[in-house]
C-alpha cells in the first residue's frame, strides 16, 4: 500500500497544481497503483470542510470528481512526533508499505520537517519513504549544501525527489527524443553547425501576490537556476549511456559543471516599472522599499568543452515584459555559398530548430526552399508540427506527470544533490550579498519588449 501524503495541503501549491494534477489523473483513468492520497495540515478540519476546500480549487476542471471522496485529511504536526505516529496506528501503515511526503510547504520549513520526518524513520525502519520537495531547494549554494547534507545523513538519494516542474512538460521531455531519437538533429547539434543557441523565458505578468517569496528571491533564483539550467542541460549534454535517471543526470551534472563562469559585467539586470494603470516592481504590495531584487535577467554564457566550444548561448527571462513566451532557438550556420547570386525578393535563412513550450507547444526547422517558377530563388519554409496536431490529445500537465513518476520511483524528472549544487554554484556570482548591494538596475515599463531593455543597456 502506498500513502501519498501532502503536507500543506490547504495552501496556494495544492490548490493550483497538485489538486488539479489529481484530477487529470482520475479522470483521464491513468494507471494508478493502489494509493491513498491524505492532505496534512496542523489545523484541524472536518473531511467534508477539506473536501470542499478541493472541489473549490477546482472550479474550473471540468472532468470527473469523484476522487474527492477518496481524499483524507489528517492533522499533523510536525512539532509533534505523536501526531505522525497516530497516523500511522490510524491507517496500519507497516513494513512494507510506502510513505510518500510531499513537502507543499515554505522552502524556509524544510529543515524542521526533515528532522521529524528522520526521527519517524529512525521509529519506522521497515517501512519505504519518499520525500517530495518543490523548489526553491535552499536559497544559495551554501543552503543547499547544507539541507543536501542533512538528507544524506538520513535519507538516500533514491528516496528524495526534488521537483522543477518545466522538466514535467512534455515539451522538454521531447528534447530528448528529438536529439536522441532521430537521426537528423544530433550529429548537428555541435560547433561545426551551430552558429547560437538561444533560451528566453518571458511572462506578460508580474509577481501577483507573490511578494513575500518574490523579493526574497528574484528571478535569477527563480527562472535562471533551476528551469533555463535544465532545459540547457537537456539540449546540450552528451548521449546517456542509457534513458534511464542516473545515466540522464550523470549527463545533466556535467554539461552544468562545464558552464564558463558568469562575469557579472556582461549581465544586464533589470526591474519593471509603472505605467498608466500597472503598478511598478516597488509598487507591488509587500515589496520592501527600494527593493533591489531583479525580475528580469539577460546574459551571454559559453560551455566549455570540446562540443561546444566558441557557440554563444543568450538567456533572458523577465516578468511584466510585451508577451508570454518560452522557447528554445538553436540557429545553424548559414550554408548560402551556392545561392550567393540569387534573384532580387528572394530570403533566404539560416536553418533554425524552435522548441515553443509556450503559449503554443510545438517544434518546427526553417529550411530553404526553391519558390516555384523560373529562376531558382530561394525562400525559407517550416517544417512544423504541434502536439495536439501530431498525436490528437492535449499533453498531460507537468504536474500529472510528476506526481505518477514519484509513485512509480522514476526520477528521470528529478534532480540529483550535485546537480542543484553546481546550478547555485553557476549563479553564485549574481546572487551573493556584495552583488547584490552593488547591482545597477535598468527599469523597464510594464509591456517593454526585451529589445529595448538591450538597446537601454547600451
Avoid at 47 to 64: A, I, M, N
Avoid at 377 to 394: D, N, S
Wanted: with cysteine; hydrophobic share 35%; glycine share 4%.
Amino acid at each position: 500500500m502506498k500513502y501519498f501524503i501532502i503536507t500543506g495541503s490547504t495552501g496556494d501549491l495544492a490548490k493550483t497544481k497538485l489538486y488539479p494534477a489529481l484530477a487529470e489523473i482520475f479522470s483521464n483513468n491513468y494507471y494508478m497503483p493502489e494509493t491513498q492520497f491524505m492532505g496534512a495540515g496542523r489545523k484541524e478540519h472536518h473531511q467534508e470542510y477539506y473536501r470542499q476546500l478541493v472541489q473549490d480549487s477546482l472550479s474550473k476542471f471540468t472532468g470527473k470528481l469523484d476522487f474527492i471522496q477518496k481524499l483524507e485529511y489528517v492533522q499533523i504536526d510536525f512539532t509533534q512526533i505523536d501526531t505522525i505516529h497516530k497516523i500511522f496506528t490510524q491507517y496500519n501503515i507497516q513494513a512494507g508499505d510506502e510513505v510518500i511526503w510531499y513537502m507543499a510547504i515554505p522552502p524556509q520549513a524544510f529543515d524542521d520537517v526533515v528532522d521529524t520526518l528522520a526521527e519517524v524513520k529512525n521509529i519506522h525502519q521497515n517501512i519505504k519513504y519518499k520525500l517530495v520537495f518543490e523548489k526553491p531547494f535552499g536559497s544559495d549554494l551554501k543552503s543547499a549544501k547544507a539541507l543536501n547534507h542533512k538528507l544524506a545523513e538520513h535519507f538516500r538519494e533514491e528516496e528524495i525527489y526534488r521537483v522543477d516542474h518545466y522538466l514535467g512538460k512534455e515539451t522538454i521531455q521531447n528534447i530528448l527524443a528529438l536529439r536522441f531519437g532521430n537521426s537528423m538533429f544530433e550529429p548537428l547539434l555541435n560547433n561545426h553547425y551551430v552558429e547560437s543557441i538561444q533560451i528566453d523565458v518571458w511572462e506578460e505578468k508580474g509577481i501577483d501576490s507573490r511578494a513575500d517569496y518574490f523579493d526574497k528571491t528574484g528571478i535569477i533564483k527563480d527562472i535562471l537556476q533551476n528551469h533555463i539550467l535544465q532545459t540547457l542541460a537537456l539540449i546540450a549534454m552528451e548521449a546517456p549511456v542509457a534513458m534511464e535517471a542516473e545515466y540522464i543526470r550523470d549527463e545533466k551534472h556535467k554539461l552544468i559543471k562545464s558552464l564558463r563562469p558568469i562575469n557579472p559585467q556582461n549581465v544586464i539586470l533589470g526591474q519593471y516599472s509603472a505605467t498608466e494603470g500597472n503598478k511598478g516592481y516597488l509598487e507591488e504590495e509587500g515589496v520592501v522599499p527600494n527593493s533591489k531584487t531583479e525580475t528580469y535577467v539577460k546574459l551571454t554564457t559559453y560551455i566549455d568543452n570540446p562540443r561546444w566550444e566558441g557557440v554563444p548561448i543568450h538567456i533572458s527571462t523577465g516578468k511584466r515584459l510585451s508577451e508570454n513566451k518560452a522557447e528554445i532557438r538553436i540557429l545553424f550556420k548559414p550554408r548560402f555559398k551556392y545561392f550567393a547570386h540569387i534573384d532580387e525578393g528572394c530570403n533566404p535563412q539560416q536553418n533554425e530548430l524552435v522548441i515553443s513550450i509556450q503559449p503554443n507547444e510545438e517544434v518546427y526547422y526553417t529550411v530553404n526552399a526553391k519558390f516555384p517558377g523560373k529562376g531558382m530563388c530561394i525562400q525559407p519554409v517550416k517544417l512544423q508540427f504541434t502536439y495536439e496536431e501530431a498525436f490528437g490529445q492535449k499533453s498531460q500537465s507537468a504536474y500529472a506527470r510528476l506526481i505518477q513518476d514519484i509513485i512509480d520511483s522514476d526520477q528521470s524528472l528529478f534532480i540529483r544533490a550535485d546537480e542543484i549544487e553546481v546550478a547555485w554554484s553557476y549563479v553564485d556570482t549574481l546572487i551573493n550579498e556584495n552583488s547584490v548591494n552593488n547591482r545597477k538596475l535598468i527599469n523597464y515599463p510594464v509591456g517593454t519588449q526585451v529589445s529595448e531593455i538591450v538597446d537601454k543597456s547600451q
